[in-house]
């Protein structure tokens, strides 16, 4: 897919730790890129309380494909959109970009079940969630 498909967009600088012994980011970064973009983006829009709130995003799902090798010190664009929003779980599908580029280094998925924070069983999305995540949806 191409920039284009994704509602979203939060830059991102790799890191020196993100490159590993072969001179690329290692695969396992790019599910933190993921989690970063998810997360910022429900920050910002005021649907998550990382501290207080009564609800939580698990991971339930995961995927990612790779397309092309990405390093230090390139700078990235993250990127999101929202293809299913159920009861309590939502599919993000997100994507790397390499600043600038109109095609995917990779692109993955994160399923979220979202549960209350004492209990851990999952919950109804709140109203606010609903909210957030109109705007990105596909």
Known sequence: MSRSSYP??????????????????NNVAY??????????????????????GAVIGLV??????Y???LAFPEQL????????IGNSSVRY?????????DKPAAEGHFVHVYVDRETRRPTTLPDKFRAALEPVRV
């Open 93 to 101: 599908e997100l994507a790397i970009f390499r600043a600038g580029d």
């Open 31 to 52: 599910y933190g890129y993921f989690d970063t973009i998810v997360n910022a983006y429900l920050i910002a829009s005021g649907a998550l309380d990382l501290h207080t």
């Open 77 to 84: 664009e993250g990127a999101l959109r929202v293809a299913k």
């Open 60 to 65: 339930v799902e995961t995927g990612c494909r």
């Open 67 to 69: 397309f092309a090798p």
């Open 8 to 25: 979203h967009i939060l830059p991102i600088q790799t890191r020196w730790a993100d490159n590993d012994v072969y001179g690329h980011v």
